[in-house]
């Protein structure tokens, strides 16, 4: 079965700890993307990659690292200078980066500082 | 500045009666428009998508209306079902990096 597969599901931080999301996709799909969710805001865009070894920063990069070292993978590093780190972070994937096409979401991972 | 509103952060309707989801958006440079159904605890999932070169696109009980003069989009769902209870996730993109650009989402209830 072809999907997107975000690790951990639940996911605690310590203040000044960095910590790394895991997101893996098996759809041969050429663009990747990371949102987060907060309550009443909707998903807003951290990063995102169009092509393998590239990516672009999105609305909220501030705080935030990630690389694309592979076609099928995107991990997003939270790092101590995000802050305010608690939320709802989802990976999506599309076909490709150029035209229109919907996402395929990963089922997310929660972020709680603690 | 939100450009893609939902501004109603819930509806409740009857079984069996319709449920209407309402999105504006502020940039006319959208060009494709797609709903998400978002459970708890989980990635949304896409419903449906429509093209400002349309002004309808059905599929099955969903239905999307596209307003583009009004800059308004509108999501029916007939007849609605308890399995419908879900965010409901207005997006909008211009084609450029297909990036997405999403709405504050409505929660749906359908009672039983």
């Known amino acids: 079965d072809g999907g997107i597969t975000q690790s951990p599901k639940y996911l605690f931080r310590k203040e000044g700890q960095n910590v790394t999301l895991s997101c893996e996709q098996n759809?041969?799909?050429?663009?990747m993307y990371w949102y987060r969710q907060d309550p009443g805001q909707g998903l807003r865009l951290i990063y995102y990659?169009?092509?393998?070894?590239?990516?672009q920063k999105g609305d909220i990069a501030e705080g935030y690292s990630v690389s694309r070292e592979k076609k099928e993978s995107f991990p997003l590093t939270v790092t101590s200078a995000q802050k305010n780190p608690t939320a709802f972070y989802l990976c999506?994937?599309?076909?490709?980066?150029?035209?229109?096409?919907?996402?395929?979401f990963g089922s997310g991972t929660r972020l709680t500082v603690v | 500045d939100q450009q893609v509103k939902q501004n109603s952060p819930s509806l409740s309707v009857q079984e069996g009666r319709i449920s209407i989801l309402n999105c504006d958006y502020t940039?006319?440079?959208?060009?494709?428009f797609l709903w998400y159904k978002k459970y708890p605890a989980e990635g949304p999932t896409f419903l449906i998508s429509?093209?400002?070169?349309?002004d309808k696109n059905e599929d099955g009980r969903f239905t999307v209306f596209l307003n583009k003069s009004a800059k308004h989009l509108s999501l029916h769902i007939v007849p609605s079902q308890p399995g419908d209870s879900a965010v409901y996730f207005c997006?909008?993109?211009?084609?450029?990096?297909?990036?997405?650009?999403f709405g504050a989402g409505t929660i749906l209830r359908v009672k039983s």
């Open positions: 999506a994937s599309s076909i490709s980066a150029t035209g229109n096409y919907g996402y395929t």
């Open positions: 759809l041969n799909h050429d663009a």
């Open positions: 990659s169009q092509i393998v070894n590239d990516f």
């Open positions: 940039n006319s440079m959208f060009d494709y």
């Open positions: 429509i093209s400002s070169i349309k």
């Open positions: 997006a909008a993109s211009t084609g450029d990096g297909n990036k997405l650009v």
